[in-house]
C-alpha cells in the first residue's frame, strides 16, 4: 500500500512538473512573434537611410531551433541556441545574394556578435552582446505580410 502511495505520488508530481514547464516554454514572447528591426548599434550611417525601403525582421522557429526572415534585402536564417537568456546563432543559411547596401552586412555581422536576450517592459526583444543591447526588435504589427525568405 505504501508503495502505491508512493507510486501515486510520484506519478502527479511528474504530471503537473511537465505542464508546468510545458508552460513556461509557451509563454516565452521570443516565439510566435516575428520581429521587425527598428534599432541597430555600431554603424555611423543613419538608420534609415540603412533600411530605406524594408527593415530586417526575424521569426523564431521554437520546434527546429532556427531562425528564418529578411535582413532587408535577402532572406535570412540560421540555427539558434537558447539556454535561459543566452542565446547564439549559426552561420546564416544561403541567401539570394542581392547588393542593396550596407545594412544587409551590419545586420548579419551583428546577429554573429549576440550571446544574450532580453524583452523589455514595452514588449521589445533585445538582442545583447554580454550586457550591450545591439538590436532591438518590435513585435511586427502585420506578421501576415512578411515572406520568410
Known amino acids: 500500500m ?5 507510486l501515486c505520488l510520484l506519478l502527479l508530481s511528474l504530471v503537473l512538473g511537465s505542464c508546468s514547464s510545458t508552460k513556461k516554454t509557451a509563454d516565452n514572447p521570443l516565439f510566435g512573434s516575428v520581429w521587425e528591426l527598428e534599432y541597430l548599434s555600431g554603424p555611423r550611417i543613419a538608420f534609415s537611410g540603412l533600411y530605406p525601403n524594408r527593415k530586417p525582421f526575424i ?15 535577402n532572406g535570412y536564417s540560421a540555427d539558434f541556441t537558447l539556454d535561459g537568456k543566452q542565446i547564439s546563432f549559426g552561420e546564416p543559411g544561403p541567401t539570394t545574394m542581392m547588393f542593396c547596401g550596407q ?4 545586420f548579419v555581422n551583428t546577429m554573429k556578435k549576440i550571446n544574450a536576450y532580453h524583452i523589455d517592459a514595452d ?27
Not at 526583444?125 to 505580410?145: Q, T
Open 123 to 149: 514588449g521589445k526583444l533585445e538582442l545583447l552582446m554580454d550586457e550591450v543591447p545591439m538590436m532591438r526588435f518590435k513585435p511586427k504589427e502585420d506578421a501576415s505580410a512578411t515572406d520568410q525568405r
Open 103 to 106: 545594412g544587409e552586412g551590419f
Open 59 to 73: 521569426r523564431f522557429d521554437q520546434e527546429k531551433s532556427h531562425v528564418v526572415g529578411n535582413n532587408s534585402c
Open 2 to 6: 505504501k508503495s502505491s502511495t508512493s
